[in-house]
């Protein structure tokens, strides 16, 4: 059970590239997340997925896209890749049930020069 | 709007001294509430959550309605303690998990 993986766990992108982000889960859970984290800014929600099929904003959506064609891969799309992206990426996912906990992966560190 | 606040970014105590770390909501509802803890460059872990009235590694957090706080305590900090402690609340009918900005911990030897 390895839990929620994500990858690459380091990438370095220039202005205007594209890349991305996969993050895939081994639990069969119902709902995933992205969120980048900004130091002092704590974790913002770019987007969310409800299950197979179903995704929807979160606080920080533009410049990003999701799809969600399984219940295990949630993968984050960068179209043109800008400064204000070097962040770190988590992807999380959690089980039905509002009272359940998330599990994170480990994280993408994203540098865009 | 559903608001988490923490309102020390840093905190430093000694070790074996207790620890306090603040969080208050905003919430309208009926709040479900977490305390995820960050150790240095690792993933985001699930400490505790206020429906489990739990003590995880010492820790505990009491959800008080009345002052919309959900507090996380120790009474005696340990090194291995040092780390970024997040906040969050889930909000309702959305699924979505809302965090505070973070309090980093630091224990002193």
């Known amino acids: 059970n390895a839990g929620v993986t994500q990858t690459p766990k380091f990438r370095i992108l220039k202005i205007g590239q594209s890349m991305t982000l996969q993050c895939t889960q081994d639990?069969?859970?119902?709902?995933m997340y992205w969120y980048r984290q900004d130091p002092g800014m704590g974790l913002k929600l770019i987007y969310y997925s409800v299950g197979a099929g179903i995704t929807d904003k979160g606080e920080v959506p533009n410049g990003y896209n999701v799809s969600r064609s399984t219940t295990e891969d949630f993968p984050l799309r960068l179209e043109l890749a800008a400064p204000s992206q070097t962040s770190v990426y988590f992807c999380a996912s959690r089980p039905r049930g509002r009272s359940n906990g998330y599990t994170f992966g480990s994280g993408t560190r994203l540098t865009v020069v | 709007a559903q608001r988490v606040t923490q309102p020390e970014k840093l905190l430093s105590v000694f070790k074996g001294a207790p620890v306090e770390l603040k969080c208050n909501y905003s919430?309208?509802?009926?709040?479900?509430l977490f305390w995820y803890v960050q150790y240095s460059r690792q993933r985001l872990q699930l400490l505790l959550r206020h429906i489990s009235r739990e003590s995880i590694k010492g820790f505990t957090a009491d959800l008080n309605k009345g002052e919309t706080s959900f507090h996380l305590k120790k009474p005696f900090a340990q090194e291995e303690d040092s780390a970024m402690y997040y906040c969050?609340?889930?909000?309702?009918?959305?699924?979505?998990?809302?965090f505070g900005k973070g309090t980093k911990l630091t224990v002193n030897p």
């Open positions: 639990m069969n859970h119902n709902y």
């Open positions: 969050a609340l889930v909000q309702g009918g959305s699924e979505k998990l809302v």
């Open positions: 919430y309208s509802g009926s709040p479900e």
